[in-house]
Nanobody, 120 residues
């Protein structure tokens, strides 16, 4: 069984910063991709940033230059540094991991979500 847990959400004023953290644990053989999605009220879940083991890191156009994703493969962890936050960044942020459990094939796993609210 694989668990994905986020932390670090909260309330911040426009222009402020937050750092989200996420770690995957459990019966893990390999992790290919880790990243972040978000879902604002009344909207569909959207990609924020993805970082595969190899290849290009992907950012949503709306966060390029403001958000930075990083991984610690030894800890099966991913972080999202969010700077210059805007009210439109308000959403529930979900950690995502594409994980190969021991003796199995790759599956997609999601965290429970952490609320980020940008409001003055």
């Amino acid at each position: 069984q694989v668990h994905v847990v986020e932390s670090g959400g909260g309330l911040v004023q426009p222009g402020g910063s937050l750092r989200l953290s996420c770690a995957a644990s459990g019966n893990i053989f390999s992790i290919w991709t880790m990243g972040w999605y978000r879902q604002a009220p009344g909207k569909q879940r959207e990609l924020v940033a993805l970082m595969p083991n190899a290849g290009t890191t992907t950012y949503a156009d709306s966060v390029k230059g403001r958000f930075t994703i990083s991984r610690d493969n030894a800890k099966n962890a991913v972080e999202l540094q969010m700077n210059s936050l805007k009210p439109e960044d308000t959403a529930v942020y979900y950690c995502y991991a594409r994980v190969q459990p021991q003796g199995s094939v790759y599956h997609d796993y999601w965290g429970q979500g952490t609320q980020v609210t940008v409001h003055s």
